[in-house]
């Protein structure tokens, strides 16, 4: 269970600062499909990477079985997000000189997994994997940054705005396959939108307002990726 207590979190400083996180206490049990919803500025983005250990909190906790990443010293916070965690950016970060293959076989070797392949594969980019982030689509480009962090087998799936850049059909196809995944491994799976259609996917609802949590809801029943709206 990841649990947070009191969390704050503030850039600047004197005239200038910005309190970002104003107080937010949550749970979320293991293996859930949580949906972080809020507008531009609400701070789910910030929410999101203090609680995965991208950045740390001004105050209070955040706990994994009871252990409080925010204690924790740089090169165990790097340690821990290695060995359990997994990120999807709108942003693709693939490295440019790697082919699709090497870059999603850098989150399989943190895991030794060795059926990274397969992964491909399912992502429909078997015929790519020669291939290089410059000659592939936008659409192919998430893709592969998707593959690269399943392959790594995390216990908690972090996502950001992950459909961001992509077209309808893409994406539906991006979280459907998500959403299988998730199905079949029941790890964590947490993401950020300010889309409420996608919302309908998750069995948690966090929705977020102006650095503070402004209801926590849970779907009576989850849509599939090509059930919801777009």
Same mark, same amino acid.
């Given at each position: 269970?990841?649990?947070?207590?009191?969390?704050?979190?503030?850039?600047?400083?004197?005239?200038? /600062?910005?309190?970002?996180?104003?107080?937010? @206490? =949550?749970?979320?049990?293991?293996?859930?499909? =949580? =949906?972080? !919803?809020?507008?531009?500025? *609400?701070?789910?983005?910030?929410?999101?990477?203090? =609680?995965?250990?991208?950045?740390?909190?001004?105050?209070?906790?955040?706990?994994?079985?009871? #252990?409080?990443?925010?204690?924790?010293?740089?090169?165990?916070?790097?340690?821990? #997000?290695?060995? *359990?965690?997994?990120?999807?950016?709108?942003?693709? %970060? !693939?490295?440019?000189?790697?082919?699709?293959?090497?870059?999603?076989?850098?989150?399989?070797? !943190?895991?030794?997994?060795?059926? %990274?392949?397969?992964?491909?594969?399912?992502?429909?980019?078997?015929?790519?994997?020669?291939? %290089?982030? @410059?000659?592939? *689509?936008?659409? /192919?480009?998430? #893709?592969? *940054?998707?593959?690269?962090? !399943?392959?790594? +087998?995390?216990?908690?799936?972090?996502?950001?705005?992950?459909?961001?850049?992509?077209?309808?059909?893409?994406? +539906?196809?991006?979280?459907?396959?998500?959403?299988?995944?998730?199905?079949?491994? #029941?790890?964590?799976?947490?993401?950020?939108?300010?889309?409420?259609?996608?919302?309908?996917?998750?069995?948690?609802?966090?929705?977020?307002?102006?650095?503070?949590?402004?209801?926590?809801?849970?779907?009576?029943?989850?849509?599939?990726?090509?059930?919801?709206?777009?």
């Amino acid at each position: 269970m990841i649990t947070t207590e009191n969390i704050t979190k503030s850039y600047g400083s004197g005239s200038s /600062e910005n309190k970002v996180l104003k107080g937010i @206490s =949550v749970s979320i049990e293991d293996g859930d499909f =949580v =949906v972080i !919803l809020g507008a531009s500025g *609400s701070g789910k983005s910030t929410f999101l990477n203090v =609680v995965s250990g991208l950045e740390k909190a001004d105050g209070g906790s955040v706990k994994y079985d009871g #252990r409080d990443i925010t204690k924790l010293s740089d090169k165990e916070l790097t340690k821990f #997000r290695k060995e *359990s965690i997994g990120f999807i950016f709108q942003q693709y %970060y !693939l490295l440019p000189n790697m082919t699709v293959e090497k870059n999603v076989r850098m989150g399989a070797d !943190l895991s030794g997994n060795s059926d %990274y392949k397969e992964i491909i594969e399912a992502v429909g980019l078997g015929d790519k994997l020669k291939s %290089y982030p @410059s000659e592939l *689509s936008g659409g /192919e480009q998430q #893709r592969v *940054s998707v593959a690269r962090a !399943l392959a790594k +087998r995390p216990k908690i799936l972090f996502l950001d705005e992950p459909t961001g850049a992509l077209d309808e059909e893409t994406g +539906r196809q991006v979280l459907d396959y998500i959403s299988k995944l998730h199905e079949k491994h #029941r790890f964590t799976v947490i993401m950020i939108t300010h889309n409420q259609n996608i919302a309908d996917m998750a069995k948690t609802v966090i929705k977020m307002n102006s650095g503070k949590i402004a209801d926590v809801y849970e779907n009576a029943e989850q849509k599939t990726a090509y059930e919801i709206g777009w």
